[in-house]
């Protein structure tokens, strides 16, 4: 299930507005254009913001969201008529042949059972046509991001247009080996409202996402460097191999 803030749909229509630099798309966006795809899957797409900014290049986009809130805010983007939105997550698509699927952002590291993130490698895989690739990030564990997460470090208020000033903060409640869980709070100036959304994230070591990948009829091409947060996260390039 879909984490609050992307379900809820008060927090849906504020989600771009308190998260505006999307520069860890720019790397996507170059990667698209390095494979020559024409047809992409978006997994996790969320509000749309890649997806859309792939369909103004001109390709094909499948974007799939199992939070029917951010999907709504997709369809109301301009451009938005351009993109295929399904409701769901990978491990229950339609017939596909995409060059590339995609999972940016935390949408990897929220899948965090084995069973759930073996059974979405393999449907990506199925909606890929023999040597399309997958191209997804995660945090590199070493780096021990959730100790930055903390209202101290966080706490920001934002104005946001028709809705007036946001406050939010994220919270550190719990790190069980490789799980670690986390809570973002959002007061609504307008009329008091305070929302929460508690996330879990799975931290996967490198040889762990490698092993998985093969198992799932992966063949892994890259790991690179996250361009936006230098030696933070690992960006896995892998391809659909012809036999499996």
Not at 125 to 150: K, Q, S
Not at 166 to 193: H, K, M
Request: charged share 30%; glycine share 10%.
């Amino acid at each position: 299930m879909a984490d609050e803030c992307f379900r809820h749909p008060r927090l849906a229509a504020v989600y771009d507005p308190l998260d505006p630099d999307r520069g860890d798309l720019d790397p996507y966006l170059r990667m698209a254009e390095e494979f020559g795809a024409r047809q992409v899957l978006d997994i996790g797409c969320g509000t749309g913001v890649f997806a859309l900014l792939l369909a103004a290049r001109g390709v094909q986009v499948v974007g799939v969201d199992p939070a029917r809130a951010s999907l709504d805010v997709a369809r109301g983007k301009p451009g938005a008529e351009r993109v295929r939105w399904l409701h769901g997550d990978a491990t229950a698509l339609p017939p596909l042949a995409a060059d590339l699927a995609t999972m940016t952002g935390n949408a990897a590291q929220e899948i965090v059972g084995p069973e759930d993130w073996r059974r979405t490698l393999r449907g990506a895989r199925a909606a890929l046509r023999p040597g399309g690739r997958l191209v997804f990030e995660t945090r590199i564990p070493a780096r021990r991001a959730w100790e930055e997460w903390n209202r101290e470090d966080t706490y920001t208020v934002t104005d946001v247009p028709g809705v007036g000033g946001v406050a939010s903060w994220v919270e550190l409640l719990d790190v069980s080996g490789p799980l670690v869980t986390f809570r973002w709070t959002y007061v609504f100036a307008a009329d008091g409202q305070v929302l929460t959304s508690e996330s879990t994230l799975r931290f996967r070591e490198r040889e762990e996402v490698e092993a998985e990948l093969v198992a799932q009829g992966y063949a892994v091409d890259d790991v690179r460097d996250a361009p936006d947060r230098p030696g933070r996260e690992y960006v896995f390039v892998a391809r659909r191999a012809v036999a499996a």
